[in-house]
């Protein structure tokens, strides 16, 4: 583990499929949403399970790269941005969903294509809050959290 992080959260599939489901409940009401735009790799899973809860068809992705192993570097969006903005205009209407917001800077690189959409991550820590609406649960900024797709096989 990195020194930057103290302690390591452990995600499972099934916690993290019911957090993601009361998350969906508390945006379903602050709907209707066209569509869903989620950040790749950590949101696709949230993502879809939050389109399956709000009955919402269209999902786009964007890609992003931010850390190396568990070392933070240089926001890098990844996708095409002018199909991205063709396809949800200023992000009116739209959710953006990530797995975690760690430091806000992936959100804010997306927001800066989609300014008017609703920003979501199911967890949250306190130097990115400011920049995202919706969240399920916070926790501490030096804390990894280890989400099922990366932790090791039993």
């Known amino acids: 583990m990195s020194s930057a992080f103290k302690r390591t959260v452990p995600v499972s599939w099934h916690e993290l499929h019911r957090i993601t489901r009361t998350l969906a409940q508390e945006l379903g009401a602050a709907g209707p949403w066209k569509g869903i735009v989620a950040i790749a790799r950590g949101g696709m899973v949230p993502a879809a399970i939050i389109a399956r809860e709000l009955g919402i068809r269209r999902v786009e992705v964007v890609a992003s790269a931010s850390y190396e192993d568990r070392t933070r570097g240089p926001v890098k969006v990844l996708s095409d941005i002018d199909a991205l903005k063709r396809s949800c205009g200023d992000g009116t209407g739209w959710l953006i969903i990530d797995d975690i917001a760690d430091t806000g800077r992936t959100m804010q690189a997306v927001r800066t294509i989609l300014p008017r959409a609703h ?36």
């Open 119 to 154: 920003a979501a991550a199911i967890y949250v820590k306190p130097e990115a809050r400011h920049g995202i609406d919706s969240f399920a649960v916070e926790v501490e900024q030096e804390s990894w959290v280890e989400f099922p797709w990366d932790a090791s096989a039993p």
